[in-house]
Nanobody, 125 residues
Framework: QVQLVESGGGSVQAGGSLRLSCVLS????????LGWFRQASGKEREGVAR????????YYPDSVKGRFTISQDYAKNTLYLEMNSLKPEDTAMYYC??????????????????WGQGTQVTVSS
């Protein structure tokens, strides 16, 4: 099992920035994936960023590309999501996730199976 704990959510005005953090109890393996997802009220969960833990390769969907940046501090078992130029449509519960070989949620070439409890991000216009 892997435990993940997010922090850093809050309320900001449009155009503002937030930095989310996620502390992992352990990595599933050295060459693994970590990701950030979000779920807005009444909508399906969507992936917003993925990073390969071994080489740092990242992926972003068009909806956040150029505004969000995923990064990791491997020594601290911590994942980050820097969010800039926030829009009201970014309002959602944000979750960090870790992959597993047979994880059930596919995103950006990885299969995610471990989830944090979520942190709320609210962007007002």
């Amino acid at each position: 099992q892997v435990q993940l704990v997010e922090s850093g959510g809050g309320s900001v005005q449009a155009g503002g920035s937030l930095r989310l953090s996620c502390v992992l109890s352990r990595y599933t393996r050295r060459n693994s994936c970590l990701g950030w997802f979000r779920q807005a009220s009444g909508k399906e969960r969507e992936g917003v960023a993925r990073i390969y833990t071994l080489n740092g390769g990242t992926y972003y969907p068009d909806s956040v590309k150029g505004r969000f940046t995923i990064s990791q501090d491997y020594a601290k078992n911590t994942l980050y999501l820097e969010m800039n130029s926030l829009k009201p449509e970014d309002t959602a519960m944000y979750y960090c996730a870790a992959d597993e070989t047979y994880g059930l949620t596919w995103f950006a070439g990885c299969r995610f199976d471990y989830w944090g409890q979520g942190t709320q991000v609210t962007v007002s216009s």
